[in-house]
């Protein structure tokens, strides 16, 4: 069976769209009373490993009726600078989230940075206070790769509770989130890393295997449970046999496919729901802004309905 006619395989486009579509009803509405949603994107130096997100974010924010600004900086600014500059978007009132692209200058420290943007404008969910919240279940915004992973594999229909889950990579952005998600949802959640003793051990007792770690086709057949969900993170650039680039993911998708019941392909698997999911976020950071400013100042007639 080719590729693309294998009803095996769990594509994001389809979800990303119900998403997005639901985001675009939120947003018109809350323009119209007022608050027009507003994101702004920060890339620090050489952009290359991140420009295929930034275009999405852009194109879908359009679609979502959402407004979207990128800020570039010279890869020698200096961290005091950038602090400066997310204090300041920190503190204006038509800036609703506020994303920093990754990977950053290694001069520059990226945990400082993720704590400098307000947790109310935190549309990545990698603020300290972000991720206390999703240890403490609440799930409402999590970090988007990890929340779009999440997404996947619910549409499998499995049920998640006392589900046997396997997460290769115990990345913070990745990894961890996805663990502590799947933990609220009752699944048994093993985590494995560059010190797992047997990473296939692990792997072959998974109902839902998730991998991100960056290395191709490190995830084989013979590591998957029959019947499983595999859910590959993995982005890697790589020349292939016609000798162009192309992107690959982390699992062998040609054997795994005929073991596993549900693959994710890459591209066009996690990829797109985590543009969403960035989407929603910043609606959920704008309700929360707006549940602030109405306790704060007092509400005008028009939201006291709500
Ligand atoms: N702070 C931060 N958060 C991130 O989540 C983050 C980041 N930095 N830096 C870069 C990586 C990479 N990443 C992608 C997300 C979606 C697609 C995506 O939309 N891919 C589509 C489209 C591919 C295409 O158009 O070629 C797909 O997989 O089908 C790609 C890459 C998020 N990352």
């Given at each position: 069976?080719?590729?693309?006619?294998?009803?095996?395989?769990?594509?994001?486009?389809?979800?990303?769209?119900?998403?997005?579509?639901?985001?675009?009803?939120d947003a018109a509405i809350a323009t119209?009373?007022?608050?027009?949603?507003?994101?702004?994107?920060?890339?620090?130096?050489?952009?290359?490993?991140?420009?295929?997100?930034?275009?999405?974010?852009?194109?879908?924010?359009?679609?979502?009726?959402?407004?979207?600004?990128?800020?570039?900086?010279?890869?020698?600014?200096?961290?005091?600078?950038?602090?400066?500059?997310?204090?300041?978007?920190?503190?204006?009132?038509?800036?609703?989230?506020?994303?920093?692209?990754?990977?950053?200058?290694?001069?520059?420290?990226?945990?400082?940075?993720?704590?400098?943007?307000?947790?109310?404008?935190?549309?990545?969910?990698?603020?300290?206070?972000?991720?206390?919240?999703?240890?403490?279940?609440?799930?409402?915004?999590?970090?988007?790769?990890?929340?779009?992973?999440?997404?996947?594999?619910?549409?499998?229909?499995?049920?998640?509770?006392?589900?046997?889950?396997?997460?290769?990579?115990?990345?913070?952005?990745?990894?961890?989130?996805?663990?502590?998600?799947?933990?609220?949802?009752?699944?048994?959640?093993?985590?494995?890393?560059?010190?797992?003793?047997?990473?296939?051990?692990?792997?072959?007792?998974?109902?839902?295997?998730?991998?991100?770690?960056?290395?191709?086709?490190?995830?084989?057949?013979?590591?998957?449970?029959?019947?499983?969900?595999?859910?590959?993170?993995?982005?890697?650039?790589?020349?292939?046999?016609?000798?162009?680039?192309?992107?690959?993911?982390?699992?062998?998708?040609?054997?795994?496919?005929?073991?596993?019941?549900?693959?994710?392909?890459?591209?066009?698997?996690?990829?797109?729901?985590?543009?969403?999911?960035?989407?929603?976020?910043?609606?959920?950071?704008?309700?929360?802004?707006?549940?602030?400013?109405?306790?704060?100042?007092?509400?005008?007639?028009?939201?006291?309905?709500?």
């Open positions: 069976m080719s590729l693309s006619d294998d009803s095996r395989y769990l594509r994001g486009g389809p979800v990303a769209q119900r998403i997005i579509a639901s985001v675009r009803e119209a009373e007022g608050f027009p949603a507003k994101l702004i994107s920060i890339t620090v130096g050489d952009t290359a490993a991140v420009d295929v997100y930034v275009r999405n974010q852009r194109a879908k924010a359009a679609l979502a009726g959402i407004g979207f600004e990128e800020r570039r900086f010279p890869a020698d600014i200096t961290a005091g600078e950038l602090e400066a500059a997310i204090h300041g978007l920190n503190a204006d009132p038509r800036v609703t989230g506020i994303i920093i692209q990754r990977p950053v200058p290694v001069h520059i420290p990226i945990k400082t940075l993720q704590a400098a943007v307000h947790p109310l404008k935190d549309v990545e969910g990698m603020h300290p206070a972000s991720i206390g919240n999703i240890v403490y279940n609440q799930l409402d915004l999590a970090p988007c790769t990890a929340a779009a992973s999440v997404e996947l594999l619910k549409e499998t229909g499995l049920d998640l509770k006392g589900l046997e889950v396997v997460i290769v990579g115990h990345s913070e952005i990745v990894g961890k989130p996805i663990a502590f998600l799947l933990m609220s949802e009752g699944a048994t959640v093993t985590v494995c890393h560059h010190m797992t003793r047997s990473v296939a051990a692990h792997a072959r007792r998974a109902d839902a295997l998730f991998v991100a770690v960056g290395k191709p086709r490190l995830i084989k057949a013979d590591m998957v449970k029959p019947g499983a969900a595999v859910i590959d993170i993995g982005i890697n650039a790589e020349i292939g046999p016609d000798g162009e680039s192309r992107i690959v993911g982390d699992v062998d998708a040609e054997s795994v496919k005929d073991v596993a019941s549900w693959i994710t392909p890459v591209p066009g698997g996690v990829g797109p729901i985590t543009v969403a999911i960035l989407l929603r976020n910043t609606m959920v950071a704008l309700s929360r802004q707006r549940a602030r400013y109405q306790a704060t100042y007092g509400a005008p007639d028009k939201l006291a309905a709500e």
